[in-house]
T-cell receptor
């Protein structure tokens, strides 16, 4: 099973709301990732968790807060977002080392109003 | 750091035509990995292939084939006898040294019936 699931599929939120994106994988992968993708652009890495510890934070604004409760779950907490944060948010996982391919979820399409 | 150039922004073909996507990369590493991903209109990134820098053998998987040439720093991808389902954005991504996939800008392939 090479499936990464993400919920919700779509999310519309106001700038004062707090919401969370969820990601889950059951492949035994030890690295999990959050990417942001704007229309007609490649994905941009936001965060990497390796063995449940945050290993990379690509200078993402603090209104995005990642959390990795266990090796199968990854959350992205959203607070006080801006309209320019509207994008497709993709979660991915890999076996753990940087030589391994990443498996992506279907994404959450976020609209900030 | 890795860098990749996908010079072709869009390619449009008629079904059953072959299509070749170019990928030129830059790296200072002696050991590295190269990946291709497909992103259909649904949005989910699908892993296609991983190749390490020590293995310059071409690879064929069904209608897909890859030509890796270290001498020219290229890792090109060919779809033989294209089908409408091949319509997608294709990303070349040189492998990381730090979990980061350096996605190229992507090539949008449109296959017309």
């Amino acid at each position: 099973d090479t499936e990464v699931t993400q919920t919700p599929k779509h999310l519309v939120m106001g700038m004062t709301n707090k919401k969370s994106l969820k990601c889950e994988q059951h492949m035994g992968h030890r690295a999990m990732y959050w990417y942001k993708q704007k229309a007609k652009k490649p994905p941009e890495l936001m965060f990497v968790y390796s063995y449940e510890k945050l290993s990379i934070n690509e200078s993402v604004p603090s209104r995005f807060s990642p959390e990795c409760p266990n090796s199968s779950l990854l959350n992205l907490h959203l607070h006080a977002l801006q309209p320019e944060d509207s994008a497709l948010y993709l979660c991915a996982s890999s076996l753990g080392g940087d030589i391994y391919e990443q498996y992506f979820g279907p994404g959450t399409r976020l609209t900030v109003t | 750091a890795q860098k990749v150039t996908q010079a072709q922004t869009e390619i449009s073909v008629v079904e059953k035509e072959d299509v070749t996507l170019d990928c030129v990369y830059e790296t200072r590493d002696t050991t590295y990995y190269l990946f291709w991903y497909k992103q259909p209109p649904s949005g989910e990134l699908v892993f296609l292939i991983r190749r390490n820098s020590f293995d310059e053998q071409n690879e064929i998987s069904g209608r897909y084939s890859w030509n890796f040439q270290k001498s020219t720093s290229s890792f090109n991808f060919t779809i033989t006898a294209s089908q409408v389902v091949d319509s997608a954005v294709y990303f070349c991504a040189p492998g990381p040294g730090d979990y980061k996939l350096s996605f190229g800008a992507g090539t949008t392939v449109t296959v017309r019936a």
